[in-house]
């Protein structure tokens, strides 16, 4: 599976980095991360064919014979402000609403039985340092993952910026 996808992954964090120095972390999104991801992926492996919001899933690539669905979670905690420019809160961040959401994105992957398809991931991408402060973390909700039943090969990655899991799921 991670023949191409680790490293397009990679590829894709760095760009988010350049990106986020122009526009700030903050206004980056998991739309703009895949995008980044499908150049990365096409500039090194020329061969790939993708189709975002594929049924119900985020991306399907083809690649020769192989059919491979992949998930993007890309998580950030964003503050809010009115139309004064002044603070009002924010928006996101880590807690077991988002843990609920990630694994129901894995179990998605997992009863996805249908051939072609070869191999399923979650690319799970996240900001390395929170700006507010919490008792969550998404350190806490994702750093102690590894290869269990649920998820059979976790890749970790980072950046500058963000923090990143190739997750393979069977």
């Known amino acids: 599976m991670d023949d191409w996808i680790v490293p397009a992954t990679q590829e894709a964090m760095h760009r988010m980095d350049e990106h986020a120095s122009l526009v700030g972390i903050a206004n980056t999104d998991e739309f703009t991360f895949r995008s980044m991801f499908m150049a990365a992926a096409k500039a090194n492996q020329g061969s790939l064919a993708f189709y975002a919001e594929w049924e119900k899933f985020d991306l399907l690539v083809m690649d020769g014979g192989k059919r491979r669905l992949i ?100």
Do not use: M, Q
């Open 71 to 170: 998930e993007f979670k890309y998580y950030l905690t964003r503050p809010r402000v009115g139309p004064d420019g002044r603070p009002v809160g924010w928006k996101g961040g880590a807690g077991p609403g988002n843990e609920r959401e990630f694994w129901r994105c894995v179990e998605k992957l997992r009863s996805f039985r249908h051939s072609p398809v070869s191999d399923r991931a979650v690319i799970l991408t996240y900001e390395r340092e929170a700006p507010r402060r919490s008792r969550y973390s998404y350190h806490a909700s994702y750093g102690g993952l590894c290869d269990d039943e649920r998820c059979c090969r976790v890749i970790e990655l980072s950046s500058e910026l963000l923090v990143g899991r190739v997750i393979r799921v069977d």
